[in-house]
């Protein structure tokens, strides 16, 4: 937001037409204002929605029947679409969705989260006893490790990465129950279990359950949704999407890990030297630009580039972009709040002047780590691609403005 | 949080009756707990989850049917319900609604508005004009200044002040749109008119325009919800909802006020010498306590206290706490992120003794300004109520733990 703007061009490439239009005010009385041809202020009055009363307030609100955005489901998966929304927050009902054994219903008044294994008090909590704990919220985000595709030119930020979604979530602090229930000073482990009919199992270090591990019972302001684990889930802040159980019903504190099929034959990613990596936590820092992008053609002049940046290991720091191609980076400017392990919006104002160029994003997190390029994940991991991977991506603009996704190379050129 | 509490303590008055449960782990093994009947570990078996896959992933996520919270609409209006929501943000469908001519269906497409008056250059703006500028998100709460009920026990959080709701909005200041049309220096207000079925009209200072009021376009992550003002609206951040003009369609540049019908015969309020209080913006600070109230009945001991803060004229500095009938006071837990003109979450802890009693809650904002008694307003404006009305809340606890609102008195005793 540094560059000086020639303001009027804003508005250069989105003319409207010549004419007048006669617009009867509240005052009664009758303006004329240039831009607008005398069809449309025909047109306008037919529409006119000040001569009719509309519908009262509803029991509940609804969507405009103008807007069409939807999640796009698979038979396991759903993905939120970026490029469709504003802000920081994910509406509750496009919230990505990945599940194992479908979205099991589950009655608030017979749910029960048991705690036990090397604990001295093993103890089954109601959803009301979960209540009655601390009750807190945070604004993070949840992205399922696999959360990369980059195949083709034809593809939207949905496609690219949209298995990562936003909310407030609110409920109390896991530790809270670890002390209730007195884990033992040797538990170095904890198994969460979900109520799926996958019985989705993870195992997770005791040290996130004492730091910052959710117990989540609730999604933007209400219950959370079936899809994301009512009535309760497992929330680890900054960590892959998977270990999040939802639906929750037990927790096993134990001194090693189970070595579950989550943990083993997926979930795991190969290694150059043929070895894998196992338990990778940590969802590393990444950008995505969500404006301009595919299918979306733009004008010559200002356009602001708009996106997302999120770290799993902290704030976001700083976010590049570079609309050369990679030659020359620039600061983004970042929308606050700026929160913990959360996503976080970036603008940048850019002049485009029509020659075909690309534009990307690459996010800095206060560790310091730098998103890297597909390149630079392939020569450390060896080009069998798998889970974690969180490339700059690029976006090529052809001299007519057709904006197209840059499948990027995976070795350095 | 600063008191010791006994952990054990929390459940104690939630004990399940003693039994044994017998749970079939996704290890295979029975493993044994404590504090469960037989006949519910049976009824647990017959409709556990795990047996059958549930759906898949939808197009569209959805509240689960066991959730039934709802806006409280009567013809003019719809309450939001505190009392049942968690965190900071309004889930859009239950953001309060208040229509003075029903929600009008506008075509985003068809959408304009206009801009004239002592401007240079009057513009029509379309939607996707408005779009292109410097897009921002702010999340702050909306309240209707007649955001005030309190003749009877019987009320909830929701009927007492469920006129305030809170999102992230998006959209561009309207300062750039100023900066575009030329707005003259010897301007001093702005109308603002909605293209609902009521034409609603307010006259706002242009300092306001300068500021930090936005054109918004987005709300919690989405288009705005036709309720809120689709597709775009006046966002006034702490000035009273009606000012925050809906469907808006024109601005007018003055340099006088308009004296609409909604800032003469409405939104005003009566004085002791028999004048009126006429534009008054701001919505001052105000706090209420969302758990333990009306109609729920507590239990003995530990018990966590939790409400809503806001103030229109910036940050919520402090929010004290009594639970001795206003004799005593303590600071509250603020939960973050605490944002300016935001509705900020409090949580206190209280070790409920059994004894009848009242809890209250005072809201600080950082201009220093404490939020009053109902006596301390009739004290200064008469008892002659109307707008503007942000009384400390006062709830009952008998000694059964039932809550009932209580009902303040407009005199000081």
């Known amino acids: 937001m540094e560059t000086p703007i020639d303001r009027r061009s804003f508005l250069a490439s989105a003319a409207t037409t010549a004419g007048i239009v006669l617009l009867k005010t509240a005052m009664g009385q009758t303006i004329q204002a240039a831009g607008h041809p005398l069809s449309a202020a025909k047109d306008q009055v037919l529409h006119d929605p000040t001569h009719t009363p509309g519908p009262p307030p509803s029991a509940i609100g609804t969507r405009s029947r103008f807007e069409t955005i939807k999640l796009a489901p698979s038979d396991t998966s759903s993905r939120t679409p970026l490029q469709s929304l ?35 008090r093993p103890t089954v909590f109601t959803l009301r006893d979960l209540k009655r704990y601390p009750a807190l919220s945070r604004i993070c985000f949840l992205e399922c490790s696999g959360n990369y595709r980059g195949n083709k030119p034809e593809l939207t930020p949905q496609d690219i990465c949209g298995l990562t979604s936003q909310a407030e979530w609110t409920g109390i602090l896991l ?78 504190v134990t001194d090693k890990p189970f070595m579950t099929r989550e943990e083993t034959s997926k979930y795991t990613y190969a290694l150059k030297d043929g070895k894998y990596s196992q338990f990778n936590f940590f969802m590393d820092a990444r950008s995505i630009i969500t404006f301009p992008t595919y299918p979306l053609q733009i004008d010559k002049g200002w356009v602001e580039i708009r996106g997302l940046a999120w770290s799993g290991r ?34 940048y ?65």
């Not at 209400?222 to 159980?245: C, D, F, K, M, S």
């Not at 980076?329 to 970042?334: F, I, K």
């Open 349 to 413: 104002l850019w002049n485009w002047d029509g020659n075909e160029t690309e534009i990307l994003s690459r996010a800095v997190d206060d560790t310091g780590y730098i998103q890297p390029t597909l390149a630079e994940i392939t020569a450390l991991r060896g080009a069998d691609l798998g889970y974690h991977l969180n490339p700059i991506t690029a976006w090529y603009i052809q001299r007519d403005g057709q904006v197209f996704f840059k499948p990027p190379a995976t070795k350095k050129s």
């Open 314 to 347: 902290g704030r976001i720091d700083r976010v590049d972009i570079s609309t050369d191609a990679g030659r020359s980076w620039h600061p983004a400017n970042l929308n606050g709040p700026v929160l913990d392990k959360a996503h976080t919006r970036f603008t």
């Open 175 to 252: 530790s809270n129950l670890f002390r209730e229930v007195g884990v033992q000073p040797k538990a170095t482990w904890f198994l969460a279990e979900g109520g799926d009919a996958a019985v989705m199992t993870r195992s997770i270090p005791i040290h996130k359950g004492w730091d910052d591990a959710m117990i989540a019972y609730g999604q933007n302001g209400e219950a959370l949704r079936p899809e994301q684990g009512y009535p309760a889930r497992l929330l680890l802040p900054g960590w892959e999407g998977n270990t999040n159980v939802k639906w929750i019903r037990r927790i096993q």
């Open 86 to 120: 504003y802000g920081i927050i994910t509406p509750s009902d496009l919230h990505f969705q990945r599940h194992h054994g479908g979205v099991p219903t589950i009655d608030p008044t017979k749910y029960e989260l048991l705690i036990h294994g090397m604990v001295d």
